[in-house]
């Protein structure tokens, strides 16, 4: 238990579904994270906050519209998926964003099957 | 921005010989390269990480090694076990964090 909890763990939806993931951190830090990982690739960070503002959208469909309401909680809402977005989604948070030797927590992932 | 190069993509040793996989970053400014290892399904979990002050860290079996003058610093697992099994990724991190493509370990029993 690192302290960051995704649910769903496991979603599987169809192309015209809307859903959401969700992630929490009781480890009290600023930033938070989601990230892509498909089989066999890298890590793809999608997008990142910190203190609640967006500072990173690394050029990620429209179809995939994060929210942060709070320092504590991360949301990834999906809609209109695609076939090709079937991958585990993982959320992370660290205290701010990676100065002077912070560490990155991840959750357990949520596995996305987009039929 | 950083560029984390990592190197080899997969790797398959004999239980008991040691492992080494290498990592090289672009951005001087980076002072903090953490290593982690995702098994089969979970997620990754960090195991042992390095701060630019530091040339060498060891934990049990597992030590890094950085030089920055390089910029390359190296995930060294001796002894390695069947359980050592997994995919690691190094990371360089200044203002933000910077995976490595991940290593693909399998020790063969």
């Known amino acids: 238990e690192t302290g960051v909890t995704q649910t769903p763990r496991h979603l599987v939806m169809g192309m015209t579904n809307k859903k959401s993931l969700k992630c929490e951190q009781h480890?009290?830090?600023?930033?938070m994270y989601w990230y892509k990982q498909s089989a066999k690739k890298p890590l793809e960070l999608m997008f990142v906050?910190?203190?609640?503002?967006?500072?990173e959208n690394n050029s990620v469909p429209s179809r995939f519209s994060p929210e942060c309401p709070n320092s504590s909680h991360l949301f990834l809402h999906l809609h209109t998926l695609q076939p090709e977005d079937s991958a585990l989604y993982l959320c992370?948070?660290?205290?701010?964003?990676?100065?002077?030797?912070?560490?990155?927590?991840f959750g357990e992932g949520s596995w996305l099957t987009v039929v | 921005g950083e560029n984390v190069e990592q190197h080899p993509s997969t790797l398959s040793v004999q239980e008991g010989d040691s492992a080494v996989i290498k990592c090289t970053y672009s951005?001087?400014?980076?002072?903090?390269f953490p290593w982690y290892k995702q098994e089969l399904g979970k997620r990754p979990q960090l195991i042992i990480d390095?701060?630019?002050?530091?040339g060498e860290k060891k934990d049990q079996r597992i030590a890094v090694t950085l030089n920055k003058t390089a910029k390359h610093f190296s995930l060294h697992i001796t002894e390695t076990q069947p359980e050592d099994s997994a995919v690691y990724f190094c990371?360089?991190?200044?203002?933000?964090?910077?995976f490595g493509t991940g290593t693909s370990l399998t020790v063969i029993p």
């Open positions: 951005d001087s400014a980076s002072n903090y």
């Open positions: 990371a360089a991190t200044g203002n933000q964090f910077y």
């Open positions: 906050y910190n203190f609640k503002e967006q500072t």
């Open positions: 390095i701060r630019s002050n530091v």
């Open positions: 992370a948070s660290s205290q701010d964003l990676g100065q002077g030797g912070d560490t990155i927590y």
């Open positions: 480890l009290g830090h600023n930033a």
